[in-house]
């Protein structure tokens, strides 16, 4: 049997020790993957939907509930009637797509959530503290881009969905967010003339100049014509 020398002994025991921790990195990196994946999961009692469609339904009930209380903010504090009729438009389409979600989330044996996220709990808090003019612009802003999220969530649950039930859901529902959509970008350009043609909301008193003016020089009468002292000339007469 070969003897190693006490060197090469210890460069053998580094690198077994190196082939040993390997293995246990690469299960930690694994361990992070599915901690960040599980949240949607254990809300399924026995689970019978994939992670990407049980995640989907977790998001999409988050940002309708979110979508609801915002139109409902706006139904009360929008300044506009486009503003509080859209309001009133999310809080009844959203409520109704909540329901036949929460029924479809209760058929897979799991449940939707019914509280917005944290950044959606924070986009409502300021919502809440604005007043006017500002109110609608904010909420015309954050449903434009909730809605643009919503649509590349469903278009991708509907194309790619591991669940037929679930993508089923994704298309019937596509075509309400469109609509919505359509009608926030028409609405937009709107309140956002209005907003520029406001006068400013501090306005410049009037307060005269520190530097007194320049007094304007009286203008001098028009000189009279002079009359001519020469007496006229006297025709000479011909013979």
């Known amino acids: 049997m070969t003897t190693l020398s006490p060197t090469r002994r210890s460069t053998w025991l580094l690198r077994a020790a190196v ?32 992670t990407t469609d049980a995640t989907f339904i977790d998001t999409a009930a988050r940002g309708g509930v ?7 903010l706006a139904r009360k504090k929008g300044t506009t009637a486009a503003v509080r009729n859209f309001g009133a438009r999310m809080v009844t389409d959203h409520t109704r797509v909540n329901g036949e979600l929460a029924q479809l989330a209760t058929s897979k044996q799991t449940s939707a959530p019914t509280d917005p996220n944290t950044t959606q709990s924070q986009e409502i808090s300021k919502l809440q503290g604005l007043r006017g003019s500002a109110f609608n612009r904010e909420y015309l802003a954050t449903m434009t881009q909730d809605h643009r999220d919503d649509i590349g969530l469903i278009q991708n649950e509907a194309a790619s969905g591991t669940d037929p039930d679930v993508r089923a859901f994704a298309s019937r529902t596509l075509p309400t967010l469109r609509d919505h959509l359509a009608t926030l970008d028409h609405m937009m350009p709107a309140h956002t003339a209005t907003h520029r043609a406001r006068p400013a909301t501090h306005p410049v008193s009037a307060t005269p100049s520190t530097a007194p003016a320049t007094p304007t020089p009286p203008v001098a009468p028009a000189t009279p014509p002079v009359e001519s002292t020469t007496p006229p000339a006297t025709a000479t007469p011909t013979h």
């Open 19 to 50: 082939l040993a921790v390997l293995p246990l990195a690469a299960c930690s990196q694994t361990e992070k993957v599915v901690a960040t994946t599980e949240g949607a999961a254990k809300a399924q009692v026995n689970p019978t939907l994939s």
């Open 66 to 72: 979110a979508e609801v209380q915002m139109g409902e």
